[in-house]
């Protein structure tokens, strides 16, 4: 008979070789799904690969995973510190806003000078999305509101906010009454390196390099972590809690901010509604993935991108649904769940 | 005359890792009688009671349910055996009404629920006990006393003639203590068999009639109530000297370091756990607490840590009022805590070793500037404490889950004596248990370490749940009752008997 026995502590290689397992066994059961539903297997990962192989392709790719990576490496601090954030994806919205906010204040009120209009776009998409993810965590720490919910549903609070300023107030008045707000002049789009692929995987780069010293040698990071393998322990040890978890939030949500930052400012120009296909919620299975190592984060982002990219080809190509991809992504974190099992669990033979 | 009993344990035998909790254990039930199971916390009750149950399975031992030996895996293969469990801790539906939650989990009750009826046996079963419960109220609604009645409740209307109760008195009041007692003998009367779990003497005379008394994880003793008296409990119950002795040197006593007045404060259940402690520890003092676990005990160290609010009195260390000042303030006073289970609540155990002597040391200006940490200075200091505390661990790298119980142990110890104010002595320490769990090496090496630092001029506030350790180390010790003090000598005044008796007591024997 088969029984489950829990693993003292899962070793740093179980833990990869279990979730490389999982990631093969998410492509062997996304195969056998469309297999059953008639598609051509083979043709089908042949596409999804090419995007790899094929540098405009793979540039692309890059361009689409990098508000996926950004979001995520904010999940990473949000994760480490046992802040369970759903909420990049309205972090993001808020990014935005606050990114297409300084375009406005520039373009209408010449507020801020051209040279300072990048920075000022990042600062102001940092904190608009930390802010968004402190109303969440400032309810955990008063009133211990669960944080999972809250973060959830303070998406589509944000979802709907963009929806009101691009209808309403924030309308391009030259734009034919379409739900847009003006186009964003070339000193606010982030172009730097030539192209915006290059652009982002800069900053991306930085800010994995950012998390990634936040947690190896800071105080702050040595707290956060601490705080999210035992809150106990944490407040035995004289750690200030409550103010810990206010700015890992902060620094988490921030994170995502640019990332919506990078969506309004590289990728489309403008802000305009459902501007995210719902890069936040991909960045979760990302930062599972990367089992919150700023680094893999940068890679594992990459394959989403590639995916994003892949799934207009299989829709051009192979006629299936755009949801294709969606598929493929759920069965991954799927997988993903039933490896975090397997880690702490093993199977054992017994009579 | 020969009754069958109605339960027979021959032999149990439970290990867990590091401790044997019970040891050959033989137990019988007989019908008609409430047999009390005595012995302190860890004594190894509820973990035999759990056996019965079927929640453990014993390594060793067979188990006779009315003259039948029986394998029990699992609550459901107790329950068909006619044995139930009252736990601590409720396991009901708050939400739910009292009926509903009887009926939950009822096979009897058919696929319909055939309400009329079922409303009628609950009635009548209360009826038998005098209780006087709504079966139409919600179950948030009822007194703690109410709720232990619908337990037992769904225990009778499933026909259980075998019934546990762990601590059942604890969280009741003493008119709900005695009306329980009352249904408890009417019970027996009717020829079920109860095992009352306690660690309350009075409890054993008032209701028992035969006694069992467990220690370490063994049987001690078994006898009728009447043929016992409290003091012979008492010392079967906190045991007989220890073989080991320790080398005391005379230290001076030095000034006043910690000082309580009229300290007051709330346990986790919101009720006054310590209500109107005083205490003075001088420099070079050891002082021991004694008393029953739950006494208000482990309450104290952790408002004397910063752990608890106080919510009356004042603290003063050096004269300073430090009365909830909070953890860090009271670290960087010098106050350091080792906390009841500190291998759970003072370590990380998915941390590295060298994460974990960090905890309080990464603040420190030795091992950190402004924002970052200097981790190759902790690493190197970490290497010199595994030699110096002989921890059974090859570099600070390795996760603290990979270490022992002891180890663990010598860990927090190594951090918190040597490291809290950068290479000063600690000013107070709060040992809170510091050898509960540890052989006879480990716990030698915890009480020299604490004599050591006595001589080094710290103050020291000792717990333990063995009296002889208490007895032996202590410069002076103090009895706690019901979250006062009941009383305060030298250890030289008193035999161990008598302080157990005023543990159990409450008051000055």
């Known amino acids: 008979m088969f029984k489950l026995e829990r693993r003292v502590y899962p070793s740093r290689k179980t833990s990869g070789l279990v979730i490389f397992l999982s990631f093969l066994l998410a492509f062997f059961v996304t195969g056998l799904i469309f297999y059953f539903l008639g598609v051509n297997v083979v043709q089908f990962y042949l596409i999804i690969g090419n995007v790899f192989i094929t540098p405009v392709l793979f540039l692309q790719a890059v361009f689409r995973s990098i508000p996926i990576i950004l979001s995520s490496l904010g999940l990473v601090v949000a994760f480490r510190m046992g802040f369970w954030n759903i909420g990049a994806e309205g972090q993001i919205y808020l990014g935005m806003v606050a990114a297409t906010g300084i375009v406005i204040l520039h373009v209408f009120y010449d507020a801020i000078p051209i040279s300072l209009m990048l920075i000022a776009m990042g600062v102001a998409s940092f904190l608009a999305g930390g802010a968004w993810c402190l109303i969440a965590a400032s309810l955990k720490a008063k009133l211990g509101v669960n944080e999972v919910l809250t973060t959830l549903m303070l998406n589509y609070i944000a979802i709907l906010f963009v929806d009101y300023l691009v209808y309403g107030p924030w309308r391009d008045p030259e734009g034919w009454g379409f739900a847009l707000s003006i186009p964003f002049p070339d000193y606010a789009t982030l172009t730097f390196g030539g192209h915006p692929s290059v652009a982002g995987i800069t900053i991306s780069v930085a800010v994995a390099a950012l998390v990634y010293v936040l947690f190896k040698y800071t105080k702050l990071g040595f707290v956060l972590s601490v705080l999210g393998k035992s809150s106990e322990v944490a407040k035995y040890a004289g750690m200030s809690v409550g103010r810990a978890t206010l700015l890992g939030s902060l620094i988490s949500g921030g994170i995502a901010g640019l990332g919506g930052f990078y969506v309004v400012s590289g990728m489309i120009g403008r802000l305009r509604p459902r501007a995210s296909p719902g890069y936040g919620y991909t960045a979760i299975i990302v930062a599972m993935l990367a089992q919150l190592n700023p680094w893999l984060i940068l890679p594992a982002g990459i394959f989403f991108g590639g995916l994003l990219t892949a799934g207009d080809a299989l829709q051009s190509l192979l006629r299936l649904p755009a949801s294709t991809i969606t598929v493929f992504q759920s069965v991954i974190f799927l997988c993903i769940v039933l490896a975090e099992f397997f880690m702490r669990y093993k199977v054992v033979l017994k009579r | ?509």
């Open chain 2, 1 to 509: 005359m020969s009754v069958t009993p109605l339960v027979e344990l021959r032999g149990i035998v439970k290990k867990f890792p590091n401790v044997v909790a019970n040891d050959h254990v033989d137990f019988s039930l007989m019908p008609g009688e409430v047999h009390a199971l005595l012995g302190e916390n860890a004594a190894g009750k509820t973990t035999l009671m759990n056996i019965l149950y079927g929640l453990y399975h014993p390594d060793e031992g067979e188990i006779y349910v009315k003259g039948k030996k029986v394998k029990i895996r699992s609550p459901a293969d107790s329950i068909k055996l006619g044995i139930g469990m009252v736990h601590q801790s409720f396991r009901l539906i708050p939400v739910h009404t009292v009926w509903e939650n009887v009926v939950l989990g009822l096979k009897e009750a058919g696929f319909i629920l055939n309400k009329k009826k079922l409303a009628e046996t609950v009635k009548k079963v209360c009826e038998e006990y005098g209780w006087n419960i709504d079966p139409n109220a919600k179950v948030w609604q009822l007194s703690v006393g109410e709720k232990q009645q619908v337990e037992l409740l769904k225990l009778l209307i499933r026909n259980v003639d075998i019934l546990i109760l762990d601590e059942p008195t604890s969280v009741l009041t003493p008119q709900e203590t005695k009306n329980l007692f009352k249904a408890l003998r009417i019970m027996a009367e009717k020829g079920k068999g109860i095992i009352l779990i306690t660690h309350k003497l009075e409890e054993v005379f008032e209701v028992g009639d035969r006694v069992t008394v467990m220690r370490k994880g063994k049987v001690v003793a078994t006898k009728p109530t009447n043929e016992v008296t409290a003091e012979e409990l008492a010392n079967l119950m906190i045991g007989r000297p220890v073989l080991f002795k320790l080398e005391k040197p005379e230290v001076k006593k030095g000034n006043v370091v910690l000082e309580a007045i009229g300290l007051k404060a709330m346990g986790d259940r919101g009720v006054l756990a310590l209500d109107d402690v005083n205490l003075r520890v001088h420099s070079g003092e050891i002082l021991g607490i004694a008393g029953v676990a739950g006494n208000g005990q482990e309450e104290l160290v952790e408002v004397l840590a910063g752990m608890r609010k106080a919510h009356g009195g004042r603290v003063f260390i050096d004269g300073e009022d430090v009365t909830n000042k909070g953890v860090k303030y009271l670290i960087e006073k010098g106050v350091v805590y080792i906390p009841p289970e500190s291998t759970r609540w003072a370590l990380v155990r998915e941390m590295r070793l060298v994460e974990n002597v960090a905890l309080k040391l990464y603040r420190s200006k030795d091992f950190s500037s402004t924002f970052t940490i200097n981790w190759r200075k902790l690493f190197e200091f970490s290497k010199k404490l595994i030699e110096e505390y002989d921890i059974a661990a090859h570099s600070p790298s390795i996760l603290a889950s990979a270490l022992s119980g002891g180890n663990l142990q010598k860990v927090v110890l190594a951090r918190e004596l040597s490291t809290t104010r950068d290479g000063k002595v600690p000013k107070l320490i709060l040992a809170a248990y510091p050898t509960k769990g540890l052989d006879v090496a480990a716990t030698e090496f915890v009480q020299s370490l604490l004599l050591k630092y006595r001589s080094l001029g710290s103050a020291i506030i000792f717990l333990s749940e063995d009296l002889e350790e208490i007895m032996m180390l202590s410069d002076r010790v103090v009895v706690m009752s019901r979250g006062r003090i009941a009383g305060e000598f030298l250890p030289t005044e008193k035999t161990i008997e008598e302080v157990g008796m005023m543990m159990v007591k409450g008051s000055a024997a």
